[in-house]
């Protein structure tokens, strides 16, 4: 089951703006509710996995009703454990109907509907709750809407304000939409492009390059490949936790990736096991998740191991280390076709790091061509303190003649002088428009030019440069926040107290850094 590959981009502009405004009261009736639940004890992850049960169930009994009569209809769903089934039901009756559904569906492993409801369990016990949601919610409206991505703008506009429930610690799967187009529209993914994401959250990356590739390469597409983009044949998604990777496979199906009764497009697994198998991917995207330390430990080429509860086998590695941003980067380094690129959102100390993270920085600069570096602010994640860059990088065939591929690292400082907020000053893609330019997308590297004064937030460094600085440290400074030095500068008192609030929160962190390197046990947060 399918549903055209379109979006609303392509429609005239009053159409566009009636269809932003119906997602957006769509949006509010769904969060309305949210606050209705919550205020009997759902978490707002709770209630969009409870959306995501319901949405699959609604949009396959739409799709049979949409089929033409002498259409093959396939089964999906067993009778008596679809949408009509349950919305016959009322009360108690439709509740333990609801979850006897969940349990026939969640085994079909393998498979999008099997994604979807792997260990699905009811959570809304209230009869009353459950019946209004079903009936008064997702009943009335049409969520297979063809021509639109208007059904999974607003699913992920849940995911999104949901990524503020601190209790939860939802917001360390979200990265912010405007990062993630930027490095898209940069990244420029093609058609024949195998692209995948090996933290991949709720699916942000993987629906932000389908999104590109339909608008800007469908032209002259046949229709065999149109087909292929339709069913996901170029995506591939990992995520480690279960419930993440239902809201993932449900958002994709939402933005018309995928089908119903296809493949997985998300793998559920650590992706760290073991070394990539299979076809390698052209196109990496990712934003690992924060926080240093895994709970096992890696046996690498060195042959050091750090006893913990279990060992990943990675003779792919050239370091060991319990760093977990750092074993995803040399993950992504091995997942990474020959003549692949790369692009990974990873916190300061991958930059800076001793050990290991000088092994893999080195290796990093002569097996592969890190041609930028994006310096990213605080304030934009829904973690706290973080500290984060974009590493762009290919991945090249051994040179015969033993030099580096990395001749030149360009930087762009787009932290100093920056001042962001997750609600009074949110990141926009506007806000990311001169970094866009300055790298000169589809453009020959050779094609850039630095910011005309030497303080400006574009530079490029040698490779000599870089390796002959102490453990080779990516983490350069040049500028200086003018905030810092005009006492009469504009920015709201909010803002300082939260870029206090963000500082201190690093410092904190790297504290815990310098402390596990010195050997001492630093106690994780609850």
């Not at 703006?17 to 606050?35: E, F, P, S």
């Not at 119903?260 to 073991?274: F, I, R």
């Amino acid at each position: 089951m399918t549903t055209p590959i379109a979006t609303v981009a392509d429609a005239e502009p009053e159409v566009r703006a009636k269809a932003v405004a119906q997602t957006n009261t769509l949006v509010q009736k769904l969060w309305n509710y949210c606050n209705v639940l919550r205020d009997n004890g759902l978490s707002t992850i709770e209630y969009v996995e409870q959306l995501s049960y319901l949405l699959f169930l609604k949009m396959v009994d739409e799709m049979a009703e949409d089929a033409w009569e002498d259409d093959e209809v396939t089964q999906i769903v067993p009778e008596g454990y679809d949408w009509k089934s349950l919305v016959a039901k009322r009360g108690v009756e439709l509740e333990r109907h609801y979850r006897a559904i969940l349990d026939e569906l969640g085994t079909n492993p393998g498979t999008t509907i099997g994604t979807i409801f792997a260990e699905a369990q009811n959570r809304i016990t209230k009869p009353a709750l459950l019946e209004k949601l079903v009936v008064e919610l997702i009943g009335r409206e049409q969520w297979t809407v063809k021509g639109t991505d208007l059904k999974g703008d607003a699913y992920e506009g849940l995911l999104n304000r949901g990524a503020s429930d601190t209790k939860t610690g939802a917001g360390q799967y979200f990265t912010p939409r405007a990062l993630i187009d930027a490095i898209v529209d940069v990244t420029q993914p093609t058609v024949d492009d195998i692209i995948a994401d090996p933290a991949c959250g709720t699916g942000g990356f993987l629906i932000a390059t389908h999104t590109y590739l339909r608008n800007h390469r469908m032209n002259g597409l046949s229709a065999e490949k149109r087909a292929a983009l339709q069913r996901g044949d170029h995506i591939r998604g990992n995520e480690l936790v279960t419930g993440t990777a239902r809201l993932a496979a449900m958002n994709m199906l939402l933005h018309g990736i995928g089908t119903s009764d296809g493949p997985s497009l998300v793998t559920v697994s650590d992706a760290l096991a073991e070394k990539p198998s299979g076809r390698h991917a052209s196109l990496v995207l990712a934003n690992p998740p924060f926080g240093r330390k895994s709970s096992i430990s890696v046996i690498a080429q060195d042959g050091e191991v750090e006893k913990e509860e279990q060992e990943y086998d990675r003779d792919d590695f050239i370091a060991t280390t319990s760093n977990k941003q750092l074993n995803f980067l040399q993950h992504i380094m091995s997942l990474t076709a020959i003549d692949g690129r790369a692009a990974v959102v990873l916190p300061d100390n991958v930059l800076f790091e001793g050990g290991a993270g000088e092994k893999i920085r080195r290796r990093l600069l002569s097996e592969f061509n890190l041609h930028t570096i994006l310096r990213l602010p605080t304030g934009i994640f829904y973690a706290g303190g973080v500290k984060a860059n974009v590493l762009f990088f290919e991945k090249k065939a051994p040179r015969a003649d033993g030099k580096p591929h990395t001749s030149h690292t360009w930087v762009y400082d787009f932290r100093t002088g920056q001042h962001f907020t997750l609600k009074q000053r949110p990141l926009t893609r506007a806000h990311l428009d001169d970094f866009v330019a300055a790298y000169k997308p589809g453009e020959p590297l050779e094609n850039r030019a630095a910011s005309e004064r030497p303080d400006g937030p574009w530079q490029v460094f040698t490779y000599d440069e870089l390796i002959k600085r102490d453990k080779a440290n990516f983490d350069i400074t040049w500028m200086k926040d003018p905030a810092l030095e005009d006492a009469d500068n504009d920015l709201p008192p909010e803002v300082i107290a939260q870029e206090i609030v963000q500082d201190l929160l690093a410092a904190v962190d790297e504290f815990k850094a310098i402390a596990e390197a010195l050997g001492g046990e630093v106690a994780e947060e609850e």
